[in-house]
């Protein structure tokens, strides 16, 4: 936790490039080639697995598993012969539940492009179904970066997970994050009240009134206005606050991604120098040439991950908006920045020929701008991921995972059932419109495809623990190491399971090289 706290700025420099990662692998080119069809199974997947996990974790009682979650309901005191007590309690309680549930079955949402990524390159994989795949995976993380966004705002704004009576809204601090001290602070206090009342014979009313003038002294606001115009703006900005947040995101974020690919288009390319003379002046002129290769190689990657570092921090601690969005969003422009400009030109025509040539060289630099990022992302990618899950695994807490062990493996299977169920649903729609959802030959390859589609969206890593790890410093005082356990358990059990069923379904649709030399 200490070791954590103390490398808070390369714990955001991984999330950062995670983040910008995720956003560089969605192609605007290959979107528009199987939108429809993309799109359809994107929603679906989203949906149902959504759909499932939720209900199995709050109607199916699973909640009742998680550590964490137990502990506050436990702690939540109440008047034991008191209906209208009970019955908040019970209502604070389902809350609590919904919030919880709410957070992880988005994150089941989630999807790794880069394991991915990864298989198809180990098994030499080409074709319509990886396509497909990677293209849904692509979509469906930048979906679930805005949902888990949202989520989080409105759990922080609406106080769903407050301990204190009546859920009273959180105050922000200066980097944004809930004021934490204070809620503990007037949760200790009412819990103290509430059990000397119980103990002592003090008047109800008496109680009651120290409670609100202590809610309204420590909460820093009101439970009940005296003005109820004043009390309905209230409540509207409280509701209005999670859109807004995640608005500003992607409007920071796009307007981030235009440096970033106006930089790295402009920045030298590593090249490769020839040398003469003797030997001892070729070894000598050979080790500076190398190092300046080496430096000029290293300039992009250098600037990625520092200017992803710096809007992730800005975009949080400055303008307390979300950072994870931000950076999607940013690496989204400035991967597709040569798409959206070609698409634009398609729409006009080229007056002369002086202005036909002008687009053609902006088009080649817009594409090179695209391609040193990626090449910067492919750079920093081995890095980022070890020091990332080094630190994921030093931020785990055991004992919460042991505790919650049943509860992660019961999730794992409700969102494979949930994925099950999405893939069905999603080749039936496609298959009532469209010869098939797959644009394969031969029926049995087909009715192959859509048996093992289901298999190619399990596994889950670098996205999914970047989200959870957000989440874990966004209510790091109270609940979020706690949650961030339980979930980083799940993931990890997606991870193990994910890339080997990932890889029969890749065998069994015929795309693996290694069924073709077979």
Not at 20 to 37: I, M, P, T, W, Y
Not at 247 to 264: E, K, M
Not at 383 to 405: C, D, I, Q
Not at 429 to 435: A, G, V
Request: some cysteine; charged content about 20%.
């Amino acid at each position: 936790m200490v070791v954590r706290e103390s490398l808070w700025l390369v714990d955001n420099a991984c999330l950062s490039v995670i983040g910008v990662s995720a956003g560089a692998e969605l192609s605007a080119r290959d979107l528009r080639g199987d939108a429809r069809k993309i799109i359809v199974w994107t929603i679906s997947i989203a949906l149902f697995t959504w759909m499932t996990v939720f209900t199995a974790f709050t109607v199916g009682k699973v909640s009742d598993r998680v550590e964490f979650l137990e502990d506050m309901n436990q702690n939540d005191f109440y008047d034991k012969d008191d209906d209208s007590s009970l019955l908040r309690r019970q209502k604070r309680r389902y809350l609590r539940a919904c919030a919880v549930g709410s957070l992880i079955a988005t994150l089941s949402i989630a999807r790794s492009p880069a394991s991915a990524i990864a298989v198809l390159r180990e098994t030499e994989a080409r074709g319509p179904f990886s396509k497909l795949v990677v293209s849904v995976t692509v979509l469906k993380d930048v979906l679930v970066v805005v949902l888990f966004a949202l989520n989080m705002e409105m759990i922080e704004s609406l106080g769903l997970m407050d301990a204190s009576v009546g859920g009273s809204t959180s105050s922000r601090g200066s980097d944004g994050s809930q004021n934490s001290s204070s809620r503990s602070e007037s949760s200790t206090v009412v819990s103290s009240l509430m059990m000397v009342n119980e103990t002592r014979d003090i008047n109800h009313d008496q109680t009651s009134a120290l409670l609100r003038h202590l809610m309204t002294t420590i909460g820093g606001e009101e439970t009940t206005s005296t003005n109820d115009y004043e009390y309905q703006m209230r409540s509207i900005i409280r509701a209005l606050e999670p859109v807004v947040s995640v608005f500003g995101s992607f409007v920071f974020g796009f307007f981030a991604g235009a440096p970033l690919h106006s930089v790295l288009r402009r920045l030298p390319s590593p090249s490769v120098a020839q040398t003469d003379g003797g030997d001892h002046q070729a070894a000598h002129v050979n080790v500076k040439t190398r190092f300046r290769a080496l430096m000029r190689q290293s300039m992009k990657p250098l600037f990625t991950i520092v200017y992803s570092t710096t809007i992730f921090v800005v975009s949080k601690r400055l303008f307390l908006l979300e950072p994870l969005l931000v950076c999607v969003c940013c690496g989204i422009f400035c991967a597709n920045r040569g798409n959206f400009s070609s698409a634009a030109a398609t729409t006009r025509t080229a007056a002369d020929e002086d202005a036909a040539n002008k687009l053609a060289q902006q088009q080649i630099f817009n594409a090179i701008g695209s391609k040193s990022l990626h090449s910067s992302l492919v750079s920093l990618q081995p890095f980022v991921n070890l020091v990332f899950f080094t630190l994921a695994g030093v931020a785990l807490e055991m004992e919460h995972v042991m505790r919650s062990a049943q509860a992660a493996i019961l999730l794992v299977a409700f969102r494979i059932l949930g994925i099950f169920i999405a893939c069905r649903i999603a080749s039936r729609l496609l298959l009532s419109s469209e010869t098939s959802s797959f644009s394969g030959s031969g029926d049995n390859t087909i009715e192959q495809q859509r048996k093992v589609a289901w298999m190619a969206h399990v596994t889950q890593a670098g996205v999914a623990l970047g989200l959870a790890r957000t989440c874990s410093v966004k209510f790091s005082a109270t609940w979020g190491e706690q949650f961030a356990s339980v979930a980083t358990a799940m993931i990890a059990l997606n991870l193990l399971i994910g890339p080997p069923l990932f890889r029969i379904a890749l065998t069994r649709v015929g795309e693996a090289s290694s069924t073709e030399d077979n």
